[in-house]
């Protein structure tokens, strides 16, 4: 089973141009608020009516400009969970989840086999206001699940749960995945939540997919400076490329091979940089510079440090955990050698 | 000893006891000076109170069948002229209704703009039990399309966007989704239309007149008591029929606004 | 129609007064006087004349249904003048040892009104079918004598008419109206009332009955001033002015009694 869509459109000024494809897996749909994101949930699933394109959900075309095929909502199996209103207040848990449903043995059969991989048991007569947060999603869940769905659209179901909650769910939702074998687009603004879930990740920003691969793919390997961005990277510098070499604000470094020249996007994650003692006697070694602590910044397992160049390189930050911290002696010292090692660097076309 | 801070409470308590005392009043009066008894055993006012009740009840009915697909059409488009629509419906809540009565009149009545039409299809509405409705609905529908434009505009669209996914017709989410969540609105709604029309005066004697029995509702018959030789007394003992019965009614149109399966 | 919208805000005002009690305030000096509302075209000329030979003298006038009014007095407003459109009232205020004096002043007689080119020109014509009529409640004055006299009339005529009534208006100006707005063919009204109308006729009743009977009343603590005024009105002095609005003189010699 897979989804695939390409379409484009416009909601008021906002215009959009979106083109995905997730098979049987978590992808998760990740950018700012206002990327449009929802946008793209609401197309999928047949609330939104995008001017131009095609949308295939498991194999079939539910929506095609160009032929005029334009399936309902009811029509096109997509399950839809939305956070914060995800169920019906009115309706006890039950009544929730069956709504939709003519009474018959297959939609039992499957609310009892949910029940179980959900953790529902007992639950049924509650009304959503007597259920825990977690209980209310795993409830909206089931009842996306309950009829056959051929992919499920999240649109930031966990925003209001915390870490350990989240984990579970992750779990319980791959299981479901396997159960199911329904491709999951899960929507969030979170960078952890997006990090923690997805199998694949479709980098969204201005009503466009920037980047779409494997997770660490993306993380990994960017491909353009606002990806880099979006999803984390703080230090990115305009360079100059000639072969395994480049050049940043008169420091040399050495890229692994690949072939790019001329004016770059380079960029490194902050925890990828190494600090080591500073020896005034001893000069820095391949891919290293001096810096000047400026600034801290303190976040209990984890310390960001902000350095200036001493000479050659660029403003860097750089973050350290708290162990390799104490041991260093950050603290007393603000001269320290950064070094960036070639394989975590990160060289993006520029446009 | 009450709390410092608690003097504020003075200012709800003065305002209930001026509503409350005037109503008092109303009932020592029809005590004292005038004679329920004899209202209660005239048939001219029960037939204005089941007029009054019947019409009301029409008028209601009808503001419902029409007014919540009009409300929810204005709620659920961003166009513009379903915003001015809106405001519009907010107008008939400021004319007096006397003014309604012949604006009603100037389309409805015989010289109106539909007078000829109509009369050549067989129909007289103006002085008629139907003209007590249609000027009650004038008057009183905007109490339950506002309200129930305000709820449908309060509801977050995306539950019915989540029931359409789950296989819910468009007819059958309004009626399992929709309606629930917005019942509260129109219940609220539904009183203030109910209780609008049965107090309607003005509208009513422009353009239905007041004839015991066909057109004579009870706010008409009071009208009636209070210009006559029975004057203030007789006025007042049907008025105090009136609110006694209005308030059972109300009581009763409370409880069933709020159901005990109502979720909070 | 033009006729009719010409009439709208007064008859909207009209309604207004019936229904709503005004509350009654006066200012120091000035004779406050509660009027029926039937004599709001005459009474300011009656008073201007009485103004001209009583320098100084200042007027409140209050208008409004005779019942409305005399509700007013007996909840407490207060007035020096009551000018009461039937006894019935007056009466009802003498009881309550409200009055001090009273005098009749005038009569009208009960018309029909009807439009000018209208096809009605008997009694008897209302009892045709298809003639809408327009009535006052039996319980307000000009209906109680509309009632007095249908019953004075032949029964099966009189069944007929009853039959072709549309409403029974709680106010005569209201049942004026019907015929103004063309949603009757005819109304029940005072003589008086067809003054100043335009487009509109009377149709004589033909019938014997008692006229309706105007009657000004003095309020205890009221000063002398205002007993002259209220036997100005109900002298030899003012019945022209009376005779020009359409009110006919009492048959007995007026006087304060």
């Known amino acids: 089973m897979t989804l695939r869509a390409a379409f484009q459109g416009r909601a008021g000024d906002f215009a959009y141009d979106i083109e995905l494809e997730a098979s049987e897996e978590l992808l998760v749909l990740y950018g700012h608020s206002g990327a449009g994101k929802t946008i793209t949930l609401r197309s999928i699933a047949g609330l939104a009516r995008p001017e131009a394109g095609q949308i295939e959900i498991g194999g079939r075309t539910v929506f095609d400009s160009s032929s005029g095929v334009d399936e309902p909502p009811q029509r096109r199996r997509a399950g839809y969970v939305v956070q914060d209103v995800a169920l019906f207040p009115h309706l006890n848990v039950e009544r929730n989840v069956l709504i939709g449903i003519e009474e018959s043995g297959d939609a039992r059969a499957r609310w009892s086999q949910l029940r179980d991989a959900l953790h529902l048991d007992g639950l049924d007569g509650r009304r959503p206001h007597e259920l825990s947060g977690g209980q209310q999603q795993r409830v909206a869940l089931a009842r996306a699940l309950v009829r056959p769905t051929e992919v499920l659209l999240l649109d930031e179901p966990f925003s209001a749960l915390d870490d350990a909650l989240r984990a579970d769910l992750r779990a319980e939702l791959t299981r479901l995945q396997r159960d199911f074998g329904v491709p999951i687009v899960f929507v969030t603004h979170d960078l952890r939540e997006a990090h923690l879930l997805a199998d694949s990740v479709a980098v969204i920003d201005g009503g466009r997919i920037l980047q779409l691969a494997p997770r660490d793919e993306v993380f990994r390997r960017p491909g353009t400076r606002r990806v880099a961005e979006l999803t984390g990277v703080r230090n990115l510098f305009a360079a100059t490329a000639s072969g395994d070499r480049v050049e940043v604000d008169g420091l040399e470094l050495r890229l692994p091979a690949n072939g790019a020249r001329g004016v770059i996007d380079l960029g490194i994650r902050s925890e990828r940089c190494i600090l080591r003692r500073f020896d005034p006697d001893e000069p820095p070694p391949e891919n290293c510079f001096v810096g000047q602590l400026v600034e801290e910044l303190a976040f209990g397992n984890t310390h960001t440090l902000r350095f200036e160049p001493d000479g050659v390189g660029p403003r860097i930050e750089v973050e350290v955990a708290a162990r390799p911290y104490e041991v260093l002696g950050v603290a007393e010292r603000d001269r320290w050698v950064i070094e960036l090692p070639p394989e975590d660097l990160l060289v993006m076309p520029r446009k | 000893m009450p709390r410092r801070d608690q003097w504020w409470v003075v200012l709800p308590v003065l305002f209930g006891v001026f509503f409350l005392l005037p109503l008092i009043g109303l009932g020592w009066f029809a005590i004292t000076d005038g004679d329920v008894a004899s209202e209660l055993g005239s048939s001219t006012t029960w037939d204005a109170l089941r007029l009054s009740v019947l019409t009301a009840t029409l008028t209601l009915v009808l503001a419902i069948v029409l007014g919540t697909p009009l409300a929810y059409l204005l709620a659920s488009s961003e166009a513009g002229w379903a915003r001015l629509t809106a405001t519009l419906l907010d107008l008939p809540l400021v004319l007096p209704p006397v003014v309604s009565g012949i604006a009603l009149l100037t389309v409805f009545g015989r010289r109106g703009y539909l007078g000829d039409p109509l009369s050549e299809a067989g129909i007289t509405l103006s002085f008629t039990t139907a003209a007590v409705v249609l000027a009650q609905l004038f008057v009183a529908a905007p109490y339950y399309v506002r309200a129930a434009y305000a709820g449908f505009t309060a509801m977050d669209p995306r539950f019915e966007g989540v029931a359409y996914t789950l296989g819910l017709s468009r007819w059958r989410t309004f009626r399992s989704v929709t309606l629930p969540l917005v019942w509260p609105a129109l219940a609220g709604g539904a009183v203030l239309c109910w209780a609008r029309a049965l107090g309607e005066l003005g509208a009513t004697l422009l353009f239905a007149g007041s004839l015991p029995g066909r057109t004579q509702t009870m706010p008409l018959a009071i009208l009636s008591a209070f210009e006559s030789s029975a004057g203030l007394a007789g006025a007042v003992s049907i008025a105090v029929i009136l609110v006694a019965f209005a308030l059972l009614l109300l009581v009763l149109l409370h409880r069933l606004s709020t159901p005990s399966g109502a979720y909070r | ?257």
């Open chain 3, 1 to 257: 129609m033009a006729r009719g919208r010409v009439r709208l805000a007064t008859l909207a005002l009209l309604v207004g007064v019936a229904v709503a009690a005004a509350s009654g305030c006066g200012s120091d000096g000035a004779v406050r006087i509660f009027a029926a509302s039937s004599l709001q075209e005459v009474l300011p000329e009656l008073l201007d004349r009485y103004a001209e030979a009583n320098e100084g003298v200042e007027f409140e006038v209050q208008y409004g249904g005779s019942q409305s009014l005399a509700a007013q007095l007996e909840l407490g407003a207060e007035a020096d003048l009551f000018l009461s459109a039937n006894e019935q009232q007056l009466e009802r205020l003498e009881e309550e040892g409200l009055i001090a004096r009273r005098a009749p002043l005038v009569v009208n007689r009960l018309v029909i009104a009807v439009e000018s080119d209208s096809s009605i020109a008997v009694i008897e014509d209302l009892g045709t079918s298809d003639v809408r009529v327009a009535v006052g409640a039996p319980a307000v004055p000009v209906g109680a004598l509309t009632e007095r006299l249908l019953a004075s009339l032949e029964a099966g005529l009189a069944d007929r008419i009853r039959a072709n009534v549309i409403t029974e208006d709680p106010n005569v100006r209201i049942t004026l109206s019907r015929v103004e707005l063309g949603e009757a063919d005819a109304a029940f009204v005072y003589s008086t009332d067809l003054r100043g109308t335009e487009g509109l006729r009377a149709v004589e009743v033909g019938a014997e009955i008692e006229p309706n009977v105007y009657v000004g009343g003095l309020l205890e603590d009221a000063d002398a001033e205002v007993t002259s005024l209220l036997e100005f009105l109900a002298g030899h002095e003012a019945v022209a002015i009376w005779s020009r609005a359409g009110f006919e003189p009492l048959n007995a010699s007026g006087g304060a009694r």
